[in-house]
């Protein structure tokens, strides 16, 4: 099959004329369906993520051991869900219409180690690596106390074995933080977006930091290719890791317990809405099948992109998944929302997730810069641009797809952010974000 030029492809999609145009668009699947009859496209299940989950309470000791922030958790690296009423206020009155139901944040900005969604996926691929490693060495078992990895004969022993990742920045930081603190060599490949204090706090970490002029896919690429000359050397393939979306797919279950104390309810009669910025989509898929699985049908997942970077829309609108880019359209994939700076998106999960995701929105990065520094003001939250993308998310439902729900549905319904990252932005970054500075 030859691929569509552009000018077909425009007139066969007329929304693509809007991603053209950068203008700030959204898209509801109309193929979209219901958990029974989209699951078995996942090609994983709740068995795969009870595996992940329980492979996360092994480690659990270990993590507290090497990481002190998370003693408090007992080594389960998770992030607070809370209300964030002052921004809903602002927010209606930005966009001059009132929220029925309540907005809530979910602060994966702060996840502890390394502060960044990427602190799910990244961490857990690493771990099921060194584990997978040690077992095969005899030199673990399942029973065991994994507190022993922290010892210098373990350390030795993972010394042997490289890890590489191409990244725009956050899964090196995840990646690079936990192979470095197990002993591993670890290599990550950068693109041009990744910011400069990324890769200066890696290198601080021992790990190997190499630079690429050109974007994420390149950087993905020539990470493989480095890799497959070393045998010793294991690629965490951000674009089709099942293992990384399982680690990322742990969050629904324990959102759920989180809801449950605090007194939130979510069912028939009172919908979840879920926003998530979506890159390459490993990160916003694998958390959205969560999702999934601990709610059901009641919760609605939305992936939001930067309009220089609307890879996953796009893929997932033509039906041409990774076999087209942005950059085919014309679009430059130029954004200061590093962490969403792809112009491919992954295969894997348009396939798996396009009839669990209800609906895919675009955001200028104006209105990133304008909403953190709205959040700043409104709730003393400070985020990188890339986890804004949500933010505008419940504002962006057209009345074609409301028009599902009831009035009392909508009034009990639960609007819920993902915020995705900048936990770990230095001060000085930090303002020149509040001052609208890429
Ligand atoms: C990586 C990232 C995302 C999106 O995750 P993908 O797996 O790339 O789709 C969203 N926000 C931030 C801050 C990120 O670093």
């Not at 979506?278 to 694998?286: M, S």
């Not at 792809?342 to 396009?354: I, L, T």
């Not at 419940?394 to 819920?416: I, K, M, V």
Request: charged share 20%.
């Amino acid at each position: 099959m030859t691929t569509p030029s552009p000018a077909e492809l425009a007139a066969a999609f007329p929304l693509l004329n809007d991603l053209i145009a950068l203008r700030e668009t959204a898209w509801f699947n109309p193929a979209a369906t219901s958990l029974a009859e989209g699951l078995p496209y996942v090609g994983l299940t709740q068995a795969d993520v009870r595996d992940a989950e329980a492979r996360l309470a092994r480690f659990a000791p270990y993590i507290a051991e090497v990481f002190p922030q998370t003693r408090a958790t007992q080594g389960i690296i998770e992030s607070e869900v809370a209300p964030v009423p002052a921004m809903q206020n602002a927010l209606a009155q930005r966009y001059g219409q009132p929220l029925p139901g309540m907005l809530w944040l979910k602060k994966d900005s702060h996840l502890p180690v390394s502060g960044s969604i990427k602190a799910r996926g990244g961490i857990y691929e690493v771990l099921a690596h060194a584990e997978k490693l040690a077992l095969e060495a005899k030199l673990l078992s399942l029973q065991d106390d994994y507190r022993k990895l922290a010892t210098p004969a373990f350390r030795q022993f993972f010394n042997q074995y490289r890890i590489a990742v191409g990244s725009t920045g956050n899964l090196g930081l995840s990646i690079g933080i936990m192979s470095a603190k197990l002993g591993f060599n670890v290599s990550v490949h950068m693109s041009a977006d990744a910011r400069q204090w990324k890769k200066t706090l890696l290198r601080e970490h021992g790990v190997e930091v190499v630079e690429y002029e050109q974007d994420y896919s390149v950087a993905v690429e020539q990470g493989r290719k480095a890799a497959e000359r070393d045998p010793r050397c294991f690629f965490i393939d951000d674009e089709n890791s099942r293992t990384l979306f399982l680690g990322y797919a742990v969050a629904g279950e324990r959102l759920k317990q989180q809801f449950i104390q605090q007194g939130v309810t979510v069912d028939a009669d009172n919908p979840l809405f879920v926003y998530l910025p979506c890159g390459v989509g490993g990160g916003p898929g694998g958390v959205a099948f969560g999702l999934k699985l601990a709610f059901g049908d009641n919760v609605h997942c939305l992936f939001a992109e930067p309009t220089h970077s609307p890879c996953m829309l796009l893929g997932v609108h033509t039906g041409l998944h990774e076999a087209i880019s942005v950059q085919e359209l014309g679009i430059d994939n130029v954004t200061a929302a590093d962490g969403l700076a792809v112009g491919r998106a992954s295969g894997f999960v348009g396939r798996a997730m396009e009839r669990l995701i209800d609906g895919y929105f675009t955001v200028a990065d104006e209105t990133l810069f304008a909403l953190l520094r709205q959040l700043h003001e409104a709730e003393h939250i400070t985020l990188e641009p890339s986890a804004l993308a949500g933010m505008p998310g419940p504002w962006r439902l057209t009345a074609d797809y409301l028009s599902r729900f009831t009035t009392a549905q909508l009034n009990n319904a639960t609007h819920l952010v993902w915020a995705t990252g900048g936990g770990m932005v230095p001060q000085a970054e930090r303002e020149k974000y509040l001052q609208g500075q890429r």
